[in-house]
């Protein structure tokens, strides 16, 4: 049985990490001159369309956000029995010369991280890509390391960690869960 | 050597009689039939719970041989007949060479008779080489034994023609065999043009290919006083029109195939070529009619159309492969599954449309256990049944729709001229 | 049908879901292809064959730009230059197609029924690009996706086909996919040309276009083969332009907005006038475009891992 072990970041909690990340990103690329964000399917999706208004909050100027699938990008296509859904890549602004800041919920062994990257490539030849996650669980099997992180959560490989947020669903919290054996 | 089949239901066409009685077999020819026959000096085959039936006649089947004998042999062939429990086939002439003259006749009737397995008769050719230009020497062909007469596999086009065939015929006192086609109606044609061929995308051979054909030769038998016989009969219009030809009193006489009152054209979804056949399967209507024909006597004949052919020839395309579907050692079967235990036919008229009616077509020997008639014999067993096993067949031909259908009633020993040539599906082997 | 989920042979009996999923999958697969960079690396290492019996540049391109969209390996096999025409059979040709190691097998061929033969000979996919008149799902698919994309639906469409209903694959194969997602297909041609018991497939068979064409809010029209007549199929095609030909005056009875298709390649003056066939309503380049975008789909869908099935 799958079970609820502890929650790690309650609304709040989420609220204030990315208010810090939004200031972090102003801060390191100097404003937001050439900064798109681009959220990966599904849950970073909404938090780079939050990460803009904080940034846009704080900054003024409002910064393109697009949504990146990486469906077609996995490395993992020809050991599944099903071919997981495709859904649509939506980046209606150039990447080129930009800096790209990629958007997900969870960071844990990279893989998705490495599909984002190839097909943010694909798409143009941004100045720089940088990658913000809500949580680093650790347990990379990739050299991939995120450049803005609301909270370390060292975990086993027996956990899980869940991010839910209100748009997708309906709920607002990051909590661990104990996988079966 | 005596036989006596003892205690079996015996049915006798001739007689129209179904009676639990025993058959005694002596010298090649029926000696006595009745109750506690003495078995003094005979081998005893018990056959209670049997039918005990006069030896199966097909009149229909093509033995390819000569020419094709990859697909079929007359061994390979006779060997299929007694396995179905046939103790008698027709073949029809379309080999290579086509049987058109009596040489040939002769040479096919003596090949068969030196098998010592089922009797073979051959139908000659109404035309020579088949090709519906110049009449055959029908005359000659009969000396030597022919049984009837049919360019089968094609249709005589020319109706001029036809007609001289069967005043001809007429004066021979021989049946015309028709296989009833019209080659402009079927050009390119798969199967049953309907619903499914458009479903399918095949060109349909329509039903009125088969009997503008059927009219043209029922007019023609009337007009010349010829005995007709219409071959592989499958719509519900050929029914209706040999139907009233009998009721005015034409000289004709109708065959269907086991294949044409089980399966519709709906079994060609999938493409196995194995149902490709020509006349084509047709629809769950025609199948009625058929079977309506088949009870109220418009159709006489149960004949298989054993057209056997090898897998190479069959696993291709559905528009490249030959037509044709192999019948002799699943038509018992057939017969007793559709017919009998479906309800319509009784056991005694599905047995004399297998053997007394086709006797009588090509005014052979059998169909009859009177005494004196040959000693040919088929023990059906009714209770028996079995999933139809293609690689099973002792034909050379695979080419069956039938392949994994349960069938009941099936032939449990043959007899021929007094001989056991088949027990339990098993061909008894004198000659290797 | 999808058989055991390996196949794709035919639209007949394919539930609305995974039509569905298909044409879902071909709006992403669309974005790819105007892409500046169009390339995604899903199929490195898969080999897409394409097998054709019969002359198609159209549709073979199309499938091998889907493949190589997808970083497939492509590979044409032409029937006037291979062993094929020295007289090897299909399942030969199958065989060895196999031991070469193709995972997805495209095969267009004149006769009805060689992609089931196909498929249950190999293990690789199947796909039927055109088989005899029996079907050309892919094609279908597209025009499905098109009239969905412009339309934003296809319940309740009222969609016309015309032409030589009797040898077109495409038909049938439209047949079911339109009415599988709740459309009504109305049939006009010829009475020659229209095939025995198709309005059992719940389309309605007219022999008035202009009647057909009442309300409609697209309008199929299929290529009408020279030949045909030839054949004696028509009387002429002077009479077929004028009877069954698609021009401004009769497209003004089907919806304003009606979308005018074509399977191509197109007789410009014969069934369609040159008018309507470079109108503002036609859509047929967009057809055109849009083959790939569901053709990649297919690719997709059908090289999954160790099942290979189509997610239902």
């Known amino acids: 049985m799958t079970k609820e072990k502890a929650q790690i970041l309650d609304p709040e909690g989420i609220r204030r990490s990315l208010t810090r990340i939004a200031h972090e990103i102003i801060e390191r690329n100097k404003g937001t001159g050439s900064l798109v964000l681009i959220g990966i399917r599904r849950r970073g999706v909404p938090l780079a369309e939050r990460l803009a208004e904080r940034i846009k909050e704080i900054e003024g100027g409002s910064v393109p956000v697009g949504t990146l699938d990486i469906t077609l990008y996995r490395d993992d296509l020809t050991t599944m029995a099903y071919q997981p859904l495709v859904r649509s890549t939506e980046v209606p602004f150039s990447v080129s010369g930009k800096t790209v800041v990629l958007v997900d919920d969870v960071i844990y062994t990279g893989r998705t991280i490495r599909a984002a990257l190839d097909a943010v490539m694909d798409l143009g030849r941004p100045r720089v890509i940088q990658l913000a996650v809500l949580i680093d669980r650790g347990h990379r099997e990739l050299p991939i390391r995120p450049d803005y992180v609301g909270k370390n959560v060292p975990t086993s490989s027996k956990e899980e960690a869940l991010v839910k947020l209100h748009e997708i669903d309906g709920e607002e919290r990051v909590i661990i869960l104990e996988l079966p054996d | 050597m005596k036989l006596l089949i003892r205690g079996g239901t015996v049915v006798e066409p001739a007689e129209g009689s179904v009676l639990e009685q025993d058959v005694l077999l002596s010298e090649g020819r029926i000696a006595g039939i009745g109750r506690n026959l003495s078995a003094a000096g005979a081998e005893v085959l018990d056959a209670r719970g049997k039918l005990v039936v006069p030896g199966l006649i097909d009149m229909h089947v093509h033995l390819r041989e000569p020419g094709y004998e990859a697909k079929e042999t007359l061994l390979t062939g006779s060997r299929a007949a007694v396995r179905g429990g046939v103790t008698s086939v027709a073949c029809m002439p379309n080999t290579k060479p086509v049987i058109d003259n009596a040489a040939l006749v002769a040479y096919i009737k003596n090949t068969g008779k030196a098998l010592g397995l089922a009797r073979i008769y051959q139908i000659g050719a109404i035309t020579l080489g088949s090709k519906g230009e110049e009449l055959a020497e029908m005359g000659d062909m009969k000396k030597a034994g022919a049984a009837a007469f049919s360019d089968d596999g094609q249709p005589v086009t020319d109706a001029a023609l036809m007609r001289r065939a069967m005043q001809y015929a007429r004066m021979l006192g021989m049946t015309i065999i028709s296989h009833c086609e019209n080659k402009e109606l079927s050009a390119g044609g798969a199967m049953h043009e309907g619903y499914i061929s458009t479903l399918l995308g095949l060109k349909g051979i329509p039903s009125s290919t088969e009997e503008i054909m059927v009219s043209r030769d029922l007019l023609l038998a009337e007009e010349t006083g010829c005995r007709l016989h219409i071959a592989h009969v499958s719509t519900a219009g050929s029914v209706r029109l040999v139907r009233q030809a009998k009721a005015r009193g034409v000289q004709v006489t109708a065959e269907v195939t086991p294949h044409h009152f089980t399966l519709t054209d709906e079994a060609v979804v999938g493409y196995d070529t194995s149902t490709k056949v020509n006349p084509p399967l047709r629809t769950a209507a025609d199948v009625a009619a058929v079977k309506e024909g088949l009870a109220d006597g418009t159709i006489d004949v149960i004949a298989t159309d054993h057209a056997p052919h090898t897998i190479e020839e069959k696993d291709v395309e559905y528009d490249r492969a030959p037509f044709g579907i192999v019948g002799l050692e699943t038509a018992m079967g057939l017969v007793w599954t559709e017919l009998v235990v479906g309800g319509v036919l009784t056991p005694l008229q599905a047995v004399t449309k297998m053997t007394l009616h086709p006797a009588r077509v090509l005014n052979i020997p059998g169909g009859t256990l009177g005494a004196g008639a040959p000693a040919d014999i088929t023990i059906i067993d009714p209770a028996a049944s079995e999933t139809v096993e293609p690689s099973l067949f002792e034909s050379k031909g695979r080419n069956t729709p039938f392949a994994g259908r349960s069938l009941k009633g099936l032939p449990w020993a043959a007899i021929v001229g007094g001989r056991l040539v088949m027990m339990e599906r098993r061909i008894a082997d004198s000659l290797e | ?312």
């Open chain 3, 1 to 312: 049908m999808v058989i055991n989920g390996k196949d794709l042979i035919s639209l007949r009996n394919i539930p609305a879901e995974t039509i569905k999923l298909i044409l879902d999958t071909a709006e992403p697969m669309k974005e790819i292809i105007n892409r500046q960079i169009k390339k995604v690396p899903t199929l490195r290492g898969r080999t897409v064959v394409t097998l054709f019996y019969e002359a198609s540049t159209r549709t073979r391109m199309s499938f091998e730009l889907a493949a190589k969209y997808l970083s497939a390996d492509a590979v044409n096999i032409a029937a006037a230059t291979s062993s094929i025409s020295k007289g090897e059979s299909l399942k030969d040709t199958a065989r060895t197609i196999t031991a070469m190691g193709a995972d997805i097998v495209v095969l267009r061929h004149p006769m009805a029924g060689a992609p089931e033969l196909l498929a249950r000979t190999i293990n690789a996919s199947v796909i039927n690009a055109g088989d005899g008149a029996h079907e050309h799902p892919t094609q279908a698919l597209l025009d499905l996706f098109t009239v969905r994309e412009k339309k934003g639906r296809l319940e309740g469409l009222k969609v016309v086909i015309v032409g030589d209903i009797l040898h077109s694959r495409v038909a049938r194969s439209d047949i079911w996919g339109y009415t599988a997602m709740g459309a009504e297909v109305r049939l006009a041609g010829p009475a020659t040309l229209m095939p025995p018991g198709i309005e059992k497939t719940g389309a309605r068979v007219y022999s008035d276009l202009e009647e057909a064409l009442e309300g409609a809010d697209v309008v199929n029209v299929l290529r009408i083969q020279m030949e045909r007549q030839q054949q004696g199929l028509f009387p002429g095609l002077r009479e077929y332009a004028n009877m069954f030909g698609m021009n401004r005056d009769r497209l003004k009875l089907a919806a304003p907005d009606a979308l005018v298709m074509h399977p191509g390649p197109m007789n410009r003056g014969v069934e369609i006038s040159p008018e309507v066939a470079d109108g503002l309503q036609a859509v047929i380049n967009t057809q055109v475009t849009n083959g790939v975008a569901v053709r990649m789909a297919l690719l997709y869908l059908l090289t999954g891992g160790a099942h290979s099935e189509v997610a239902y």
